[in-house]
């Protein structure tokens, strides 16, 4: 996995500005807002919720999780769109690393998100998805939204 890891992080290194100006910007919030986060989450109770933000770039769902009572940590695999991500939600917990092999203890989340990343852990899928299963919480929920394939 190093080597895709390493891969995946040089990439966005040198994409994060671009990233945020075409993902962070106030009509794709407003966008989301509207479209993904109504049917993503429809009928949970975000309040109180220890939530992991996976792949989390520049948090695309952070404001409003974080509005409905939400604890979110972001993890990326990328330093500088942590560091953009961090900017935005001063205070908000981040943690450099990978889905492959998330740095948390077992059990601690009782809700994880991927918002358009799951795309990127192919053909590894099944690693990214046990160690999601590994941080939830028995009941906990796992949500990920990906573009469609066309």
């Not at 975000?46 to 979110?72: F, P, Q, S, W, Y």
């Not at 205070?91 to 994880?112: C, H, K, M, Q, W």
């Not at 918002?115 to 009941?139: I, Y």
Request: with cysteine; glycine share 10%; charged share 25%.
């Amino acid at each position: 996995m190093g080597n895709i890891e390493a891969a995946q992080a040089e990439l966005f290194r040198s994409q994060a500005d671009l990233w945020k100006k075409h993902y962070d910007d106030e009509f794709s919030h407003r966008y989301r807002k509207k479209f993904y986060f109504p049917k993503l989450f429809e009928g949970v109770e975000i309040k109180g919720m220890n939530i992991l933000e996976a792949m989390c770039g520049t948090g695309c769902l952070t404001d409003v999780l974080l509005d409905m009572g939400g604890r979110g940590t972001g993890l990326d695999i990328s330093d500088e769109l942590l560091a953009h991500y961090r900017r935005a939600y001063p205070g908000a917990r981040t943690v450099a690393g990978s889905i492959f092999s998330l740095p948390f203890e077992r059990e601690i989340f009782d809700l994880v998100y991927v918002v358009g990343g799951l795309h990127h852990a192919q053909p590894h899928l099944d690693k990214a998805f046990s160690e999601v299963h590994r941080v939830l919480k028995p009941g906990g929920r796992f949500f990920f939204l990906e573009p469609p394939d066309n």
